[in-house]
């Protein structure tokens, strides 16, 4: 094709897409189901991992828990099945009223396994996803969630803490993708999701190891997209979900001036587990909670560095993560006086 056609071809197309994005806005697509797909769950014991893995049973998928605390994750198991109880109760009396004309998946497939895995460990994720793939089958939805925090400024920060924060934001999002996307691939079907978080697309003070490992694992996601793309895999989707601060108590203490947090207030988790899902399963590509969270990013992009420390230092996001850090000081330093260190 002439380039000067093909030019125009692409303008066009790029016009487009922004129409199709405001339709996004205005009318909101149908969600797809994902009843009887097995769905993998990183770091499922607590948190946003939790919570979506109550959302993804609602929705009837076979769900595959994974963390590196077993009782935790047995009880977020424990909380699936009784989901799954529920579901087969409406069932029963869906059918007993004759209400049977939609289709209902049967109890017995939903199903809900757990495994102890500290991904974390790149030879402890293949030895768990082989047997996901013999126990269970393969995955259809993997939702690359569990996260670490080590608390602590750079330089007073150990370089184990710093491997750590990496290897698992960052590093295991390779080693579960490189685990599940063959398969995906040869079906052209599948469903990868990254919770990253707001850090990996604007930073702060005191958190270079969390910042660096979210920055990673977003241009992680943005590559393996734009690779899915150039594959032309679309039966392949993906969603990356950056949140602002979410109140897990995975940042507790953080702080911003007072006089804006009423206005920008540390997001509930199951608000923000819910935009997620709404993202996930309409194939959004991206979602940031809330809104104000592209702004951000598009402001920090075009704007002077010496604006941005302004625009932070107005706020009282250049030292929100201050708080944190002592929190985790004190806390450290009482479990050593606990310990007799």
């Known amino acids: 094709m002439n380039i000067v056609v093909e030019f125009f071809v692409v303008t066009f197309k790029v016009l487009w897409a922004f129409v199709l994005a405001a339709a996004r806005w205005l009318v909101r697509p149908k969600e797809k189901s994902v009843a009887g797909q097995v769905c993998l769950i990183t770091g499922a014991g607590s948190g946003l991992g939790r919570l979506f893995a109550l959302e993804f049973a609602r929705r009837r998928a076979l769900l595959v828990l994974w963390d590196i605390n077993t009782q935790r994750n047995e009880e977020t198991a424990g909380m699936v099945r009784h989901i799954y109880r529920d579901l087969e109760a409406a069932d029963a009396a869906a059918l007993q009223a004759g209400n049977g004309e939609e289709e209902i998946l049967p109890h017995c497939n939903l199903q809900v396994f757990t495994y102890t895995c500290d991904v974390g460990k790149r030879e402890n994720v293949y030895l768990t996803a082989e047997r996901v793939r013999k126990e269970v089958g393969e995955v259809s939805v993997l939702v690359n969630n569990a996260g670490v925090v080590s608390g602590h400024h750079l330089l007073e920060c150990p370089d184990e803490l710093i491997e750590r924060t990496m290897m698992v934001n960052c590093h295991a999002h390779f080693w579960t993708t490189k685990a599940f996307l063959p398969t995906m691939l040869e079906i052209n079907h599948g469903h990868i999701v990254t919770v990253a978080s707001s850090l990996g697309l604007f ?41 602002y601060l979410v ?43 809330p809104r104000l969270m592209y702004i951000v990013t598009f402001m920090k992009s075009i704007l002077p560095f010496e604006a941005v420390v302004c625009m932070y230092r107005f706020l009282g996001a250049d030292k929100c993560m201050y708080p944190f850090i002592a929190q985790r000081k004190q806390a450290t330093n009482n479990n050593e006086a606990k310990n007799g260190i």
């Open 203 to 243: 930073s702060t003070a005191g958190v270079e190891d969390y910042c660096a490992s979210k920055f990673g694992v977003v241009g992680f996601h943005e590559s393996l997209s734009h690779e899915l793309k150039a594959a032309e895999k679309d039966g392949i989707k993906t969603t990356l979900v950056c949140p």
């Open 247 to 289: 109140d897990t108590g995975m940042f507790r203490g953080c702080r911003i001036r007072k006089e804006i947090e009423p206005f920008l207030p540390p997001l509930k988790p199951d608000y923000c587990v819910k935009q997620a899902m709404k993202a996930i399963l309409t194939d959004q590509p991206m979602i940031c909670t």
